[in-house]
């Protein structure tokens, strides 16, 4: 790797080179089509409908001047397997390997394509606990009980810190580490040219390798297929349905153990492209009768406030960049200030900018990590010229400065099926079922936020995928079960795939996403949470899910697709209002201003959601295990250095010195 840029070349970069690099030109966001959403895809035989010719779905609803492209049905709809993994991305990734390795058969379907699909492109950075180097165990448990609020499930932490440079190995032996130089160090930056460098860097471009690593494996994939929900024959999984989506097409997945890797959701990116993820796997998990974990925590991916809709200005998605190597910053001497700067610039200032408004930005106020102190961007301390862990370096970029760029997002790993506290596999308490993965496994390993561990996604979901696709291959193997998904079944599925089709009169699944959009997108209801600001929101998301979403209506696949997806949404919201309601506190990224302090006496718990026998939902509190909360008698301004707006007057402590930043 060339030498990172200085800090007075960083200074002296011109604001028209900047500009141009940055992708705001004209032709800077030319590149997306290399990323998430828009993987390649092969034109299918029968793709193209003619003038006059009918889709193969929603027959009579179309019009010639107005022709609905027909799409080829898949060559095969039925599949026999061990272990189905539903989701492509890391968690899904390692799950289907490792079960593969076990000796089980196995299939992997996804929405989009493995590799390109929900947040799998989107990583920037990789970070691994190596004890070869000098990390100190204790002082990382340290940082993540103090920066997760006491909220951490220190079980799986200790799981990260046992096997994170194993799955560091793991992805790098696959090909998916390589490492190429930034583009500000290359000829490329000057004149603007993305294409040039994705071309002299496709050969260690990690999403196009997925596939083949996975076809290598002898494992079958089943793309662009939406799964809608999971089979049970008895109490014990025996598959799962769904519709393959370009065409309309059932398809029907035949499984002794299911491991969902689906990761969670939003409810429309505005800035942030992860808009296939849309809780498809918690909604299956919740009617499953699963309980649901912490959904009043929030995740916090920023943009600029002048291009809020456009966050590759400020992460760099436009030239594909390394995912950069991290970790070994945390130290006996600064577990501590590490916690408390972190969380200080990560989730109480963008608090506090929001409740107070954000300052003029014209995008002049220009950030270069590779010039910033190695602690800062997430790089090892050890000192050795062998430690790789170099930090994250994006090249020179616009600073964010406001939040929301994906409404509905939960902090990483907050959310997701709760499997209890002992739980280290990702067993769900149905026979034959795991979840694994940010989003879907709602084990809260960084606690109430994610201000402790920059690069550790993609990390802790290889570590979860691996250990519930060989727990999964492992049931397998000794099943009963017949792993067919019985034929009523999937009548019963198929009609809900195809209800939106036959629905004469109702509404566009399209302007209901956008509605639910503007109910949950004000920071009255994301941010800057109270009783009356959340309760005005419930009452219109409880308004869409009575009167607008059992009339959703669709004319072609794809809006069948999305008619499930505001279903899922609409279901999702409601959870994450009522478990902001329940939480009357505020802790780590769950703000309130009716209640802006710590509340230890009452929530140093989990909160669940349940679906009840009557169909309500039924919030539980789970006390966390006494070893995990730290020590609950210390002086309060002691255990909560960082203040929440308002909480120095609600608690009579005086007033922080500095709000927000890194010290």
């Given at each position: 790797?060339?030498?990172?840029?200085?800090?007075?070349?960083?200074?002296?970069?011109?604001?028209?080179?900047?500009?141009?690099?940055?992708?705001?030109?004209?032709?800077?966001?030319?590149?997306?089509?290399?990323?998430?959403?828009?993987?390649?895809?092969?034109?299918?035989?029968?793709?193209?409908?003619?003038?006059?010719?009918?889709?193969?779905?929603?027959?009579?609803?179309?019009?010639?001047?107005?022709?609905?492209?027909?799409?080829?049905?898949?060559?095969?709809?039925?599949?026999?397997?061990?272990?189905?993994?539903?989701?492509?991305?890391?968690?899904?990734?390692?799950?289907?390997?490792?079960?593969?390795?076990?000796?089980?058969?196995?299939?992997?379907?996804?929405?989009?394509?493995?590799?390109?699909?929900?947040?799998?492109?989107?990583?920037?950075?990789?970070?691994?606990?190596?004890?070869?180097?000098?990390?100190?165990?204790?002082?990382?448990?340290?940082?993540?009980?103090?920066?997760?609020?006491?909220?951490?499930?220190?079980?799986?932490?200790?799981?990260?810190?046992?096997?994170?440079?194993?799955?560091?190995?793991?992805?790098?032996?696959?090909?998916?580490?390589?490492?190429?130089?930034?583009?500000?160090?290359?000829?490329?930056?000057?004149?603007?040219?993305?294409?040039?460098?994705?071309?002299?860097?496709?050969?260690?471009?990690?999403?196009?390798?997925?596939?083949p690593l996975i076809q290598d494996a002898g494992i079958e994939v089943a793309p662009y297929t939406m799964v809608v929900d999971v089979a049970r024959d008895g109490d014990a999984v025996c598959g799962a349905?769904?519709?393959?989506?370009?065409?309309?097409?059932?398809?029907?997945?035949?499984?002794?153990?299911?491991?969902?890797?689906?990761?969670?959701?939003?409810?429309?990116?505005?800035?942030?492209?992860?808009?296939?993820?849309?809780?498809?796997?918690?909604?299956?998990?919740?009617?499953?009768?699963?309980?649901?974990?912490?959904?009043?925590?929030?995740?916090?991916?920023?943009?600029?406030?002048?291009?809020?809709?456009?966050?590759?200005?400020?992460?760099?998605?436009?030239?594909?960049?390394?995912?950069?190597?991290?970790?070994?910053?945390?130290?006996?001497?600064?577990?501590?200030?590490?916690?408390?700067?972190?969380?200080?610039?990560?989730?109480?200032?963008?608090?506090?900018?929001?409740?107070?408004?954000?300052?003029?930005?014209?995008?002049?106020?220009?950030?270069?990590?590779?010039?910033?102190?190695?602690?800062?961007?997430?790089?090892?301390?050890?000192?050795?010229?062998?430690?790789?862990?170099?930090?994250?370096?994006?090249?020179?970029?616009?600073?964010?400065?406001?939040?929301?760029?994906?409404?509905?997002?939960?902090?990483?790993?907050?959310?997701?099926?709760?499997?209890?506290?002992?739980?280290?596999?990702?067993?769900?308490?149905?026979?034959?079922?795991?979840?694994?993965?940010?989003?879907?496994?709602?084990?809260?390993?960084?606690?109430?936020?994610?201000?402790?561990?920059?690069?550790?996604?993609?990390?802790?979901?290889?570590?979860?995928?691996?250990?519930?696709?060989?727990?999964?291959?492992?049931?397998?193997?000794?099943?009963?079960?017949?792993?067919?998904?019985?034929?009523?079944?999937?009548?019963?599925?198929?009609?809900?795939?195809?209800?939106?089709?036959?629905?004469?009169?109702?509404?566009?699944?399209?302007?209901?996403?956008?509605?639910?959009?503007?109910?949950?997108?004000?920071?009255?209801?994301?941010?800057?949470?109270?009783?009356?600001?959340?309760?005005?929101?419930?009452?219109?998301?409880?308004?869409?899910?009575?009167?607008?979403?059992?009339?959703?209506?669709?004319?072609?696949?794809?809006?069948?697709?999305?008619?499930?997806?505001?279903?899922?949404?609409?279901?999702?919201?409601?959870?994450?209002?009522?478990?902001?309601?329940?939480?009357?506190?505020?802790?780590?990224?769950?703000?309130?201003?009716?209640?802006?302090?710590?509340?230890?006496?009452?929530?140093?718990?989990?909160?669940?959601?349940?679906?009840?026998?009557?169909?309500?939902?039924?919030?539980?509190?789970?006390?966390?295990?006494?070893?995990?909360?730290?020590?609950?008698?210390?002086?309060?301004?002691?255990?909560?250095?960082?203040?929440?707006?308002?909480?120095?007057?609600?608690?009579?402590?005086?007033?922080?010195?500095?709000?927000?930043?890194?010290?």
């Amino acid at each position: 790797m060339s030498t990172p840029m200085d800090k007075a070349g960083a200074d002296n970069l011109s604001r028209r080179s900047f500009l141009k690099a940055s992708g705001l030109a004209a032709s800077g966001l030319g590149m997306m089509a290399a990323l998430g959403g828009c993987a390649p895809q092969t034109k299918q035989e029968g793709s193209a409908a003619t003038e006059g010719e009918m889709p193969s779905t929603g027959e009579g609803r179309v019009t010639t001047e107005l022709p609905i492209p027909a799409a080829a049905a898949p060559e095969k709809t039925v599949y026999d397997c061990d272990v189905l993994v539903i989701g492509g991305g890391f968690a899904g990734l390692n799950a289907a390997m490792a079960a593969k390795d076990a000796g089980a058969t196995v299939v992997m379907v996804d929405k989009g394509q493995p590799g390109y699909s929900g947040l799998t492109p989107w990583p920037s950075s990789h970070r691994w606990f190596d004890p070869e180097m000098g990390d100190d165990a204790d002082a990382f448990k340290k940082a993540i009980s103090m920066g997760g609020e006491y909220l951490v499930n220190q079980g799986w932490y200790q799981m990260w810190i046992d096997h994170s440079k194993e799955a560091y190995q793991r992805l790098a032996d696959w090909g998916l580490m390589d490492r190429f130089d930034r583009c500000a160090d290359t000829e490329y930056w000057d004149d603007l040219d993305i294409q040039g460098y994705y071309d002299a860097n496709a050969s260690v471009d990690r999403h196009a390798r997925w596939m083949p690593l996975i076809q290598d494996a002898g494992i079958e994939v089943a793309p662009y297929t939406m799964v809608v929900d999971v089979a049970r024959d008895g109490d014990a999984v025996c598959g799962a349905v769904g519709f393959h989506v370009p065409s309309g097409t059932v398809v029907t997945f035949n499984a002794k153990a299911v491991v969902m890797a689906m990761g969670g959701g939003c409810y429309k990116p505005t800035g942030y492209p992860v808009g296939g993820n849309t809780f498809d796997g918690e909604y299956i998990a919740y009617n499953l009768g699963l309980p649901i974990a912490n959904k009043e925590f929030d995740d916090f991916h920023v943009t600029t406030s002048y291009a809020s809709g456009n966050s590759f200005v400020n992460n760099q998605w436009d030239w594909l960049e390394n995912i950069w190597l991290c970790g070994g910053d945390i130290t006996a001497d600064t577990a501590e200030s590490y916690a408390t700067s972190k969380e200080k610039a990560m989730v109480v200032a963008r608090v506090s900018n929001t409740v107070n408004g954000l300052a003029v930005n014209d995008g002049t106020n220009i950030e270069d990590q590779a010039a910033a102190d190695i602690g800062r961007r997430g790089g090892s301390l050890s000192g050795r010229e062998d430690d790789i862990r170099i930090g994250k370096m994006l090249s020179p970029k616009p600073k964010a400065d406001c939040y929301g760029a994906a409404v509905g997002m939960q902090s990483h790993f907050s959310a997701g099926v709760f499997c209890g506290l002992d739980d280290l596999e990702g067993a769900t308490g149905i026979p034959g079922l795991w979840v694994a993965g940010d989003g879907i496994n709602g084990c809260a390993v960084t606690g109430s936020a994610y201000p402790v561990g920059v690069g550790f996604t993609s990390n802790f979901t290889s570590i979860q995928g691996n250990v519930a696709g060989t727990a999964a291959a492992a049931y397998a193997a000794s099943a009963t079960t017949s792993g067919q998904v019985p034929a009523d079944v999937v009548e019963s599925i198929t009609a809900e795939i195809e209800a939106p089709l036959a629905q004469e009169k109702g509404f566009s699944p399209d302007w209901a996403r956008d509605e639910l959009l503007g109910i949950m997108s004000p920071f009255w209801v994301l941010v800057d949470k109270s009783e009356p600001a959340l309760n005005a929101a419930l009452t219109q998301v409880l308004q869409m899910r009575d009167k607008v979403v059992p009339k959703l209506q669709a004319t072609n696949p794809h809006q069948q697709r999305l008619c499930l997806e505001v279903k899922h949404k609409v279901l999702s919201a409601e959870m994450k209002l009522r478990a902001s309601l329940e939480r009357q506190e505020s802790r780590g990224a769950h703000y309130r201003s009716d209640f802006p302090y710590r509340d230890d006496d009452n929530f140093l718990c989990y909160i669940t959601i349940t679906k009840g026998d009557d169909g309500s939902m039924v919030i539980d509190r789970v006390p966390l295990k006494s070893e995990w909360v730290g020590d609950t008698g210390a002086d309060y301004a002691t255990r909560y250095a960082v203040r929440f707006p308002g909480e120095a007057k609600a608690k009579s402590l005086p007033e922080e010195e500095k709000s927000g930043g890194w010290n």
